[in-house]
């Protein structure tokens, strides 16, 4: 096991003039067919493609920013409507922090049905939104 000082500073130099050394193609994965993107996937020991069931299992997480802009409301007034604080909302959007599953929950509410959360919010408030 290597043990390093805490006072020790590394330093590195990028030449960038130079492409890395695995630069990706783009133009040549562009190009590339579905059966092609599959059959590379499949020989990956690394990353092999999931199973049916593999995937039937998954959950979505939902995309707070596509629920906004489907809802084409500005992430000041979606985080008003919602009752959320706009840094939190901001760094969900950012990918600074990951939604709990209580706020995917409520996430997926409000992308399916607005309105009951409104409805929600303004019967616990106690009166009229």
């Known amino acids: 096991m290597m043990t390093r000082d805490s006072d020790t500073?590394?330093?590195?130099?990028?030449?960038?003039?130079?492409p890395p050394e695995h630069a990706v193609d783009w133009e040549a994965f562009d190009a590339l067919t579905d059966e092609e993107v599959r059959a590379a996937a499949?020989?990956?020991p690394d990353n092999p493609?999931?199973?049916a069931d593999e995937l039937a299992r998954m959950r979505?997480?939902?995309?707070?920013?596509e629920i906004?802009?489907?809802?084409?409301?500005?992430?000041?007034?979606?985080a008003d409507r919602f009752e959320l604080p706009l840094a939190t909302l901001q760094d969900w959007e950012q990918g600074?922090?990951?939604?709990?599953?209580?706020?995917q929950t409520l996430m997926h509410i409000i992308e399916h049905e607005p309105g009951a959360v409104?409805?929600?919010l303004r019967k616990a408030k106690?009166?009229?939104r």
């Not at 979505?60 to 920013?65: E, I, N, S």
């Open 60 to 65: 979505r997480v939902p995309d707070v920013r």
């Open 9 to 18: 500073t590394v330093r590195t130099t990028v030449d960038v003039s130079r």
């Open 42 to 44: 499949s020989r990956d």
């Open 68 to 78: 906004r802009d489907s809802m084409g409301l500005s992430q000041a007034k979606f």
């Open 126 to 128: 106690g009166g009229r």
């Open 96 to 103: 600074r922090r990951r939604l709990n599953r209580s706020t």
């Open 49 to 51: 493609p999931l199973t």
């Open 118 to 120: 409104d409805r929600a």
